[in-house]
């Protein structure tokens, strides 16, 4: 344990201890307001290239367990405490924050007031940051393709029978594929550079666009694949799914100020009025201005404020969720929306024999 740091681009600097062999580590500062779930959080893939901020303020006290893993390693850049337990006390823990932390060379600061820093993001919008050793530290440009980093390399089965479901991995989350597996599919996760072509070899019945880090708009080269593979299968797009549907047709995405991050995000059905409480994890959100309404109709809004947080399409068996309806963590309000998606690959009778000009 060292004296470590928090420089922001903007000038400000968070003085606390650092856990981690790492001296120097470089992101974007986000927060989260989940009061627990932190295993899950460390290890969602959409967190990669990012600093998480936990405004709980004590982290670490139940440890880490052996199942609550969302992928196979963190790949967030670091992470900003209050206080870290070092004593952990959980029947199924197996080591503690730091120590698992320090196994995958992720940095941790804790420490500082937490409170200050999500002020601060709140009031002039996420920032980049390094964590490290040096208070005099610049901070490098940090534009990379963050799906590339944590999609799937090779084609990866779950579950024995059912509807043939694809999973495109932009970064996805393991409990989509429970949740998938769960409602009775065979689930095949796909790097997210597979083309429309090598998926209709797979004769899937449905697709469903993962979760995942960054911008949308660095996908771009993809979005004409994209579109032919939705305009062909059932399709269910899930947080940068969501965004990639609307974009793919004619819609835009904006980066938000601080983004959505949390356990507790109320959202509301349009159809029945109905408050979900969701899990989110985004930073970009689709532009309401440019949905075409003839095609798309909004399906969830945020109650806070007024975001889109669904689609639905007019013509084609296609639905987007902007929260985390697989939740972990957070709560598991909105499941029903795989037991729909699963219906709706049923009423269509599968597509294995459709074809896209």
């Not at 949308?216 to 062909?232: G, R, S």
Request: proline share 6%; charged share 20%; glycine share 10%.
């Amino acid at each position: 344990m060292k004296k470590g740091y928090l420089v922001l681009e903007s000038g400000d600097i968070f003085e606390g201890m650092m856990v981690g062999s790492q001296s120097e580590a470089y992101g974007e500062v986000v927060f989260n307001t989940s009061m627990t779930g932190y295993q899950e959080i460390i290890t969602d893939p959409s967190y990669a290239g990012q600093f998480v901020t936990f405004c709980y303020p004590l982290i670490g006290n139940y440890g880490i367990n052996s199942f609550d893993d969302e992928s196979d390693r963190p790949a967030l850049s670091g992470v900003i405490l209050s206080e870290l337990c070092l004593t952990p006390s959980h029947y199924l823990s197996m080591k503690t924050i730091g120590e698992y932390l320090d196994a995958y060379d992720v940095p941790c600061l804790f420490g500082i007031d937490t409170r200050t820093l999500v002020k601060k993001i709140r009031e002039q919008g996420t920032m980049k940051g390094v964590l490290t050793t040096n208070p005099e530290a610049s901070i490098p440009s940090l534009d990379v393709n963050l799906v590339e980093k944590v999609s799937t390399k090779s084609i990866q089965e779950y579950g024995d029978s059912g509807p043939l479901v694809i999973l495109i991995d932009y970064g996805h989350k393991k409990s989509i594929v429970q949740s998938l597996v769960k409602e009775g599919c065979k689930v095949l996760v796909v790097p997210f550079t597979t083309t429309f072509k090598q998926i209709q070899s797979l004769h899937p019945d449905g697709i469903v666009l993962s979760n995942g880090p960054g911008n949308p708009m660095t996908l771009a080269p993809l979005f004409p694949e994209i579109k032919k593979i939705t305009e062909t299968y059932p399709t269910l797009g899930i947080c940068l799914g969501h965004q990639l549907i609307a974009l793919v047709n004619g819609g835009r995405t904006r980066k938000m100020r601080f983004g959505h991050r949390g356990g507790n995000h109320p959202v509301k059905e349009l159809d029945t009025g109905k408050v979900w409480v969701t899990a989110q994890n985004h930073g970009y959100v689709v532009d309401d201005t440019s949905i075409n309404t003839d095609v798309f109709s909004v399906t969830y809004r945020h109650v806070n404020d007024s975001t889109i947080e669904g689609m639905r399409h007019k013509h084609l068996p296609i639905e987007t969720v902007q929260f985390h309806p697989e939740a972990h963590p957070g709560p598991s309000d909105t499941h029903y929306v795989f037991k729909r998606f699963v219906e709706m690959i049923k009423q269509t009778g599968g597509m294995h024999h459709a074809t896209a000009n």
